[in-house]
């Protein structure tokens, strides 16, 4: 069951859990935000339409 929450610019987001496709192993990895804040890595969330049509 997934939950959804509206963030406005300047909160904190939650931390989540992805699959991931890694295309150098041509398989399915996993990207979670904690170990990214952990590892000290920058993150930047991207969202778009799935076909990039706009509206």
Do not use: I
Request: no cysteine; proline share 5%.
């Amino acid at each position: 069951m997934s939950e959804s929450t509206t963030l406005q610019v300047g909160q904190t987001v939650p931390d989540f859990t992805l699959t991931t496709y890694e295309p150098t192993t041509k398989g399915f990895g996993a990207f979670s935000l904690a170990d990214a804040k952990k590892n000290g890595k920058w993150t930047m969330l991207f969202f778009y339409p799935a076909d990039y049509t706009f509206v």
